[in-house]
C-alpha cells in the first residue's frame, strides 16, 4: 500500500508518503502559511503519486463528528486565515480516496498503538508537551471523540507550594498548559527549557504538574500505555521524575503491576520519535481505508 | 426476554429480575454479609427462575480483564471476607446462561445509555457521590476497563482556599473522594449532609470539588453526557452549582453548544433515578446475550 499522510501543525505542515507498516518513503515541510499556499503546496506534493488512502493529523479544535454540517473543518482557532476552514473537503476536492481526518495528537495516539509502543494493546494515551500540550486518546480500541474531542491540556492542576509563576493559558493561566508547557518555563526561569541543565529545579516542578495530570488520566481512563512525546519530552531526566511523582501519588491504589513494578515500561518516550506525527496521519489514513469508507 | 441483575454493594445486595426494556417485574435486597451467606441468598432467590441472561455491576476493584486467570474476581478490596472471591465461577456454577460483569458504576453508566439519559449516545460518563465516590466510564459505544477500570474517585483536586479540612481518603487524604463524599461533608461541618440547609456553604466546596473533577473529565474524555447520582446528588441544588462551576472553570474554551448553551441537559441526574445500579447488571447482562458469550 502507498498512504500520503499530512501531519498540519500551527508553524509547520508535513507531508510523506509511506506504507501500511508505518514506513515513510519521502516527505517534506513547509510552514503554515495561509490556507490558499498550504493546500497549494499539499496538491503539488501528491500530485501524480498513486495513493491508496491519505490522512490528516491536524491542530485544533477540530470537527470530527461525522454527522455535522463541519465534519473536517479546523473550527475556532485564533490562527489567523484559519478559523472554519474545510480542510476535508478541499482535499475531496483533489483526491478520491479514503481520507482519514483527526487532531495530530489522536493520530499520533492511533500510530502508536498501531506500529509503535503500544502496538497490539487496546488503549494507550498519548502526551505532546511543547508550546502547548496536547493528548491524543486510544480507548477500547477507538480513538476518542464525544462531544468534540480530548483536549487535556487543559485540565486543572494543583499547584507546587513552591511555585508563584501565575500561569500563561490565555483561558485558564494555570491549568497544566499554562504551568508545564515550554512556554511556562521560560517564562518562569527567563532561559528555554534546553539551556537548564538536567538537574535545575524546572524539572522537578513540571514532573510534578504532568505526574499529577498522568495519575488523573490513569484513574479516569486505566489506559495499557502513556506515552510521552515533544519537544520538552527530549529532557530525559524527566521519565523518572515523572513516574516517581505518579508512583508516589497512587500511593498503592491502583493495583497493577504496569505501575507497582513496571512503571518504566509503562510512562514511555514515543517509539516513533519525531515521526509519530506524520506516522499519524498515514495511521488515520489505514484506518479509513480499512473502514471501507 | 428475562434478565437476572446483581448490584453489589458494600453494604447490600440488590438482586432483581426485569427485561431488556429495563423494566423490573420484581427485586430483594439483604446485607453484603459473607460470600458463602450471598451466594446462597443469590441462588435461592433465582432459583426456578427461567432466565435468558445474568449480569453483576459489583463493588470492586474487580478484575474485568476477560483474558485473565482471575477475570470475574473481586480482588484487593479491605472489605472482610471479600478479597479474591471468584463472583463470576460461583454463579456459573449454578446459572448455566451468559453472564455479564463489570463494577457497579460502569454498568449505571451502561443502563443509562441503553435506556435512561444518554440513551442511543455513544458516550457517557456516570458519577456517584455518596459514601464514596464511583465514576462509570462508557466511551465510543464501549465500557471503558483498560488496565483495570476507572477509579476517578481519586482523581487529584485543587483545594478550595477556604477549605481547611485535610481529607479523609485513606490512600490520598485529600483527592476528590476525600474531600467530597459524603464523610468529608459530615467530618467537615458536624453533621449529615441533609441536616444542612440548602444555602449551606458546604454546598458551594462540594460544587467547587465536583465541577471541577467534571472539567477534567470533559477535558479528557469529552462525554456526550455526564450523570450524577448517589446519595450526596439527592441534594438538588448541586446541580446549578456545579453547572455554573464547570462553565466558570472551562471559561468557553470547550465551544460546543452543550456546554455553553444547554449545560442544563448536560450535567444531569440519572433518569433510571434509584434502580440505576439494578438496571446496570441487567445492561452488563443484555450485553453479555447479545455479544453472544
Redesign the interface.
Known amino acids: 500500500m502507498r498512504i500520503g499522510g499530512i501531519e498540519a501543525g500551527g508553524t509547520k505542515i508535513i507531508c510523506g508518503i509511506g506504507n501500511e507498516k508505518g514506513q515513510i518513503e519521502k516527505k517534506i515541510s513547509f510552514p503554515t502559511e495561509s490556507p490558499e499556499i498550504v493546500f497549494e503546496k499539499i496538491n503539488q506534493f501528491f500530485a501524480g503519486e498513486q495513493l491508496d488512502a491519505l490522512g490528516v493529523g491536524t491542530f485544533g479544535?477540530i470537527d470530527v463528528n461525522r454527522k455535522s454540517a463541519t465534519y473536517g473543518y479546523i473550527?475556532?482557532t485564533p490562527k489567523p486565515g484559519w478559523k472554519n476552514i474545510d480542510v476535508l473537503g478541499e482535499l475531496k476536492k483533489q483526491f478520491n480516496m479514503p481520507i482519514g481526518f483527526d487532531t495530530d495528537v489522536n493520530g499520533a495516539a492511533l500510530a502508536e498503538a498501531t506500529w509503535g509502543s503500544a502496538q497490539g494493546l487496546?488503549?494507550c494515551v498519548y502526551y505532546t508537551v511543547g508550546t502547548g500540550v496536547g493528548?491524543g486518546?486510544f480507548?477500547?480500541?477507538?480513538?476518542?471523540?464525544?462531544?468534540?474531542?480530548?483536549?487535556?491540556?487543559?485540565?486543572?492542576?494543583?499547584?507546587h507550594p513552591a511555585d508563584s509563576f501565575e500561569g500563561f493559558c490565555p483561558?485558564?493561566k494555570d491549568c497544566l498548559e499554562g504551568v508545564a508547557a515550554g512556554p511556562a518555563i521560560e517564562k518562569r526561569f527567563g532561559v528555554k527549557g534546553h539551556e537548564l541543565g538536567k538537574e535545575h529545579e524546572a524539572w522537578q516542578l513540571e514532573a510534578y504538574y504532568l505526574g499529577?495530570a498522568l495519575?488523573?488520566?490513569?484513574?479516569?481512563?486505566?489506559?495499557?500505555r502513556i506515552i510521552l512525546g515533544g519537544g520538552v519530552m527530549h529532557q530525559e531526566q524527566l521519565f523518572p521524575l515523572i513516574r516517581e511523582q505518579v508512583r508516589s501519588?497512587?500511593?498503592?491504589?491502583?493495583?497493577?503491576q504496569?505501575?507497582l513494578e513496571q512503571i518504566d515500561q509503562y510512562i514511555i518516550p514515543p517509539a516513533l520519535g519525531d515521526d509519530a506525527g506524520l506516522c499519524g496521519a498515514l495511521a488515520l489514513g489505514l484506518q479509513e481505508y480499512k473502514a471501507g469508507r
Chains 1, 2 share one sequence.
Open positions: 479544535p473550527t475556532s487496546n488503549s493528548v486518546v480507548v477500547e480500541g477507538s480513538l476518542v471523540h464525544g462531544l468534540l474531542h480530548p483536549e487535556a491540556g487543559h485540565i486543572p492542576v494543583k499547584r483561558y485558564h499529577q495519575v488523573s488520566t490513569i484513574l479516569l481512563l486505566s489506559p495499557e501519588t497512587l500511593n498503592g491504589y491502583v493495583q497493577h504496569m505501575i
